[in-house]
């Protein structure tokens, strides 16, 4: 296991190896295995990456965000432009029926609002939303209608869990109530964990997912 010292320190490297981020700007903190992440930087873009990068590291138990985005001049927009952008977007870059998701823009902030059949929809509006010029943050409020019954749902998720997870697939146990799902069990990284929880909203009509999965390290 890692001690905090050696964990900051493969954080710090592993955000100075991704492109996407200007890390001189980004403090370290490590405390029995949990990150947290101070400091700003200049795009939302650049603080999800710096989350993924860290939560790429091994040993990292959990993380703490801290950071603010500071836009540069020439990225200041004002709302109704934000809104225009997420708008036109929207209806260029996803699947989304005409009309399913409302936009409110204050601050700089995104409210995505409305209902979708599928996870991927809601990721790929996030998505589409995240790398546009002055967006400062994203309250994603999309909710998924329900679609199928739960033991469909169950019975789908642990057939797609042993089809695409290696040997810790017997290890993770699935609860379904209504619409909402539970993992539970023991992996030993996070692309495991990952791969458990993005099965599980691959379900149709899967509405919360809540992980309850532990890392042996």
Request: hydrophobic share 40%; charged share 25%.
């Amino acid at each position: 296991m890692k001690t905090d010292t050696q964990l900051q320190s493969d954080v710090i490297a592993e955000l100075k190896w991704e492109p996407s981020i200007s890390s001189e700007a980004i403090g370290v903190e490590v405390k029995d295995g949990i990150v947290t992440l101070a400091g700003h930087v200049n795009s939302y873009a650049e603080k999800v990456d710096a989350e993924r990068a860290t939560m790429r590291v091994s040993g990292v138990k959990a993380l703490a965000v801290e950071m603010d985005v500071r836009l540069a001049g020439s990225s200041t927009r004002t709302d109704a432009d934000i809104a225009r952008s997420v708008d036109n977007v929207l209806q260029w870059t996803t699947y989304l029926p005409k009309d399913a998701v409302k936009i409110k823009v204050e601050s700089g902030w995104v409210t995505l609002s409305g209902e979708v059949m599928w996870e991927f929809q809601r990721q790929s509006a996030v998505s589409a939303v995240r790398y546009l010029m002055g967006v400062k943050g994203i309250n994603d409020q999309l909710v998924i209608k329900p679609a199928v019954s739960a033991p469909v749902v169950k019975a789908d998720i642990e057939a797609a869990l042993k089809r695409r997870a290696q040997k810790d697939a017997n290890k993770i146990s699935v609860s379904v109530h209504g619409t909402d799902v539970t993992l539970s069990g023991q992996v030993h990284s996070w692309s495991e964990r990952e791969l458990a929880t993005h099965t599980a909203w691959g379900s149709p009509g899967v509405r919360s997912v809540v992980d309850k999965i532990t890392l042996a390290f």
